[in-house]
């Protein structure tokens, strides 16, 4: 079991950049989750997907952020414009829906820096 | 949505003692509950997890207590050693979301001291 695999694991950028983050869910998991850690809001949900579709985005902090999950292997979260505010670290997450209750896994994150 | 509130934010044992995280929540219909580990500049990693089927679990020397009727539950660690220090988080579901999505305490930062 590879896990939750992202990229870039560090990304610096100037302001006003488009920023990409990339994410792969463990196979077989049908929801996937974006989250952004920052040290005073802790860990927040941004967006998530069941079945590749968008569920919930209320967590998106506003229209420079956007998400898509083109297929079940693969979801991106966009900044544009990037700004220093939006720096932290973005966790993806997944899980398998079937069965009961399943705990998410985390990928180890990538770490944005914009300057 | 659900509120998940998480005492204390920072705590110190010497090793070898135990160590309690409290969580507390809104949702009376919550019924699944979470805790993560998370060492320092790596992933939050599930360590264990209670349905509200049951009262307590444990796995080795950490265990979780649920008490539906006061909603909170807590992560005890017991002969607690160095690499028990890292934040640990706890979750809820959200309210009116299913099961699918977690609402995340602020998180504990715990330290054994050797």
Known sequence: ?115 | GENVEQHPSTLSVQEGDSAVIKCTYSDSASNYFPWYKQELGKRPQLIIDIRSNVGEKKDQRIAVTLNKTAKHFSLHITETQPEDSAVYFCAGPRSGAGSYQLTFGKGTKLSVIP
């Open chain 1, 1 to 115: 079991d590879a896990g939750v695999i992202q990229s870039p694991r560090h990304e610096v950028t100037e302001m006003g950049q488009e920023v990409t983050l990339r994410c792969k869910p463990i196979s077989g998991h049908n929801s996937l989750f974006w989250y952004r850690q920052t040290m005073m809001r802790g860990l927040e949900l941004l967006i998530y997907f069941n079945n590749n579709v968008p569920i919930d985005d209320s967590g998106m902090p506003e229209d420079r952020f956007s998400a898509k999950m083109p297929n079940a292997s693969f979801s991106t979260l966009k900044i544009q414009p990037s700004e220093p505010r939006d720096s932290a670290v973005y966790f993806c997450a997944s899980r398998w829906t079937g069965g009961g209750y399943q705990p998410q896994h985390f990928g180890d994150g990538t770490r944005l820096s914009i300057l």
